[in-house]
Each structure stands twice: as C-alpha cells, then as structure tokens.
C-alpha cells in the first residue's frame, strides 16, 4: 500500500477535463513539493509537473498541478487520446520513523472513452 | 542533449548475481544526482536509492536497503545497479534517471529502463 493515496482509474472523452488526486500525509504533501510523472503505455516515466505546480518545457499547458494541505491534484483540461496513460504523484517522505525518502502514488490509469 | 543509456536486458536465474548500468551523456555527469526506480509487472514506481556521483554518496530506500547496491564510476560517468543474490521477486524493469538534488528536485531525465527476468 502506496504512502501517497491515488485512485486506480480515472476516465473522460475526448474534450474534457480530468481531475486525478493523490492524498498524503503533513510528513510528504503537506511540507514538501508534489512531482506528476506520466508514464504512457511500454515507456518510460515523463515529468509532467513540478514543484506544485510547475510544467517543464514542453509540456502542454493543458495539464496544470495545485496542492492544498496534504493532498495534490493534476488537472487535464481539452483530454486527447494521446493521453492515455499512467500519472504518478510523488514527493519526499520525511517521517520520524516509517518510511523516509522518495515515496509514489500507486498510478492513476486515465482512459480517454 | 541530455541522454541516459541504461544496458540491455537480462535473463538470470535465481541465485545469480548481476550488476545493470546508467551511463549518462550531454551533461556534467558528477554535478547531479542519479536516482533507480524500480516497476515490478503490472505495478507502480518505486524509489530504490539515490547517488551523487561527485563523491559517491547514497541513499537508500529503508524498503531496499541491504537487498541491492548502488555505486558509480564518474570517470565513466556510469552509475550502477546491483545484485549478489537474485531473487524471483527482483523481477522487473529497472530505470535511471537525473535529479539536481537529492530531495528538491523532480526526477527529470530518464532512461528507457532495464528489464530483468528471474526464473529458473
């Protein structure tokens, strides 16, 4: 079971916009940056969406990222096809005791109808 | 361009031992951190560790630690993944990628991942 909490699926046509969460704890999302990778089908992880909500070069500004407290979310507005795929939260986990470094969502796969 | 080649994939069998590689290209290869995540089949990322190849400093995920071992050659500007004992459970696909620090920054370049397979 994955620190950061997302949600298995998540699916909307073509034209819409998607919400994926990711839920964490103060030790994680609520003091440190949340990171979104995209992980399309047979590749490998792709930045997506930095320090909160920050977008690399590149990136299409369709995606957009906020936090609030201790859970994050990416937003995907006008959905293609193309993005179909995995999205993964992360952040750095700085519990006393428990987990302690790099922690995942556990994905979040979109299916565009 | 930044560019990180990981070696090829790898059969082995349980009890082996196996070393993998990240050897990075277009940057200062020992001004940033090299990270390996790994993604069992079917599942989500995991952080295994993290090292700075200036001057060898790693950090392992307290999930991982003791199980593989993370080193690096700057002159080679290579990173390395290691195993002394496989298990079937190590099955999966292993990436590298690059980070600025070891805790402020995202995973930014990535390497197209190593595939292992461990069966007997």
């Known amino acids: 079971q994955s620190v950061l909490t997302q949600a298995p699926s998540a699916s909307g046509t073509p034209g819409e916009r998607v919400t994926i969460s990711c839920s964490g704890s103060?030790?994680?999302?609520?003091?440190?940056?949340v990171y979104w990778y995209q992980q399309l089908p047979g590749t490998a992880p792709k930045l997506l969406i930095y320090?909160?909500?920050q977008r690399p070069s590149g990136v299409s500004d369709r995606f957009s990222g906020s936090k609030s407290g201790t859970s994050a979310s990416l937003a995907i507005s006008g959905l293609q096809s193309e993005d179909e795929a995995d999205y993964y939260c992360?952040?750095?986990?700085?519990?006393?005791?428990?987990?302690?470094?790099?922690?995942f969502g556990g994905g979040t796969k979109l299916t565009v109808l | 361009e930044v560019q990180l080649l990981q070696s090829g994939a790898e059969v082995k069998k349980p009890g082996e031992s196996l070393k993998i590689s990240c050897k990075g290209s277009?940057?200062?290869?020992?001004?940033?951190?090299i990270v390996w995540v790994r993604q069992m089949p079917g599942k989500g990322l995991e952080w295994m560790g993290s090292i700075y190849l200036d001057d060898s400093d790693t950090r392992y995920s307290p999930s991982l630690q003791g199980q593989v071992t993370i080193s690096g050659e700057k002159s080679l500007s290579t990173a390395y993944l290691q195993w002394s004992s496989l298990k079937a459970s190590d099955t999966a696909m292993y990436y590298c990628?690059?980070?600025?620090?070891?805790?402020?920054?995202?995973?930014?370049?990535w390497g197209r991942g190593t595939l292992v397979t461990v069966s007997s």
């Open positions: 277009g940057y200062s290869f020992t001004s940033y951190w």
């Open positions: 103060r030790f994680n999302i609520g003091s440190n940056y």
């Open positions: 990628a690059r980070s600025i620090t070891m805790i402020g920054d995202p995973f930014e370049y």
């Open positions: 992360a952040a750095w986990d700085d519990s006393l005791s428990g987990p302690k470094g790099w922690m």
């Open positions: 320090s909160n909500n």
